[in-house]
């Protein structure tokens, strides 16, 4: 952690201990506060942003937690992403939901800033609970003044996913850089495939773009917020070869049905999410032992990409605080982890708890979660700077002009400079 926002964080625990205190002790005749005692068994409302399938995932974690604390009750909601953010801002407007909820890595910045949730630090969850995470994901969820309004609860990835006996049959080995990815397409191409690589979860999006930004040597803002600076020659060099990949090598410029494709052999070669590993082989059967998985191929700074995955946080207005930071932290613990990786391998997908070390407890190949262990050495999540969430939409469609458009690539990042100048000082 920057030792600046180790002090800075040690500070906003004294602060908010002191606030605390300070409201308890008034004697108006409205309270300030409904808090419930720390002691008292907690009836916490958890929204998780995410499909009804994960809720049984989360409820044997949650039953394990009430076990060790009766009278606890846990009441598990799912909420469609579609939906979740537009329905967590209205509730830290309204200061009235849920206890505790999961979304975007970076939700738990903007909604902070705006008083509608809890920071951590007061009751010592960060400091005990970063060691364990991380890096790459835990930049995203720290405010530049040190707040931490959420943790990682899971993580997603993109990974290299490729049809190992297709490149077998021409020699080809997976590709480690972008030279070698373009000289592969070239070399399907030839062979009469129209797309053979394929780039999925959010193809024409900054997520996509991000990977390479990262390979390039570039970055979105420098490490304080400070400064923008994705209008970097290192930028530049990043959008023009994303771009080229669906302009020149034939990258779909809509997201593609990976399985099926796989399957079919049209797609060779594809980024895509760390899900695709528990679903490609019981949707489709026939690919079993026909593909394989490692990193994104590097760039000219090396290997590196994004990190996605929600945060677990608690809203500010809860009655239960120390009851919701002390939950929030359980899902750190050994019984924890087990617990959420076998419920999510019996209804089919993997768990990615932000314990990078516990990746080889997962139910997978050996290659992928080698693969997953060295993505998460480089991988870094969203930007934790002000402006971010309300920039990205827009970012989105200066980024497709190029694609699409072919649009001057600096032209574009320059103006993506300004707009999140902008909303960072605005």
Known sequence: MNPTRKVLR????????????????????????????????????????????????????ADLYIAAHPGTTIDIQAVAWADSHAKILSAATAQEGPDVISGGLSWGNEFGALGGMLDLNQFGVPERIEPKVAPGSWKSVEATDGAVYGVPMDMT??????RSDLLAAENITPPTTWEELTAAIGHFEQKGHDSPFVMTWSTLSWLQYTNFLKQAGGDWYTDDCKTVTVNSPEGVAALNYWADLHRVHGAPNEEPDLASGLESGDIVMANGGNWNLSGLDASHPDLVGKWDVSVLPSGPAGAG??????ILGAMSYTKYPAQAADFIE????DEAVAALQQAAKANGFLWISPRAELVDRLETTDTAKTALKTTLQTAEGPPNCPGWDASSPDIDKLLQEVVLNKADPAAKLGEIAELLTRNLTG
């Open 10 to 61: 040690t500070l906003l625990a004294a602060f908010s201990v002191a606030t605390v205190l300070a409201i308890s002790a008034c004697t108006t005749a409205t309270p300030q506060t409904d808090t419930a005692d720390s002691s008292e068994p907690a009836h916490l409302v958890f929204w998780n942003t995410g499909g009804d399938e994960e809720v049984a995932v989360l409820r044997a974690v």
């Open 157 to 162: 990835l993109y990974l290299f996913y490729y």
């Open 305 to 310: 990409s994004f990190i996605g995955g929600r």
């Open 330 to 333: 359980y899902f750190y613990t």
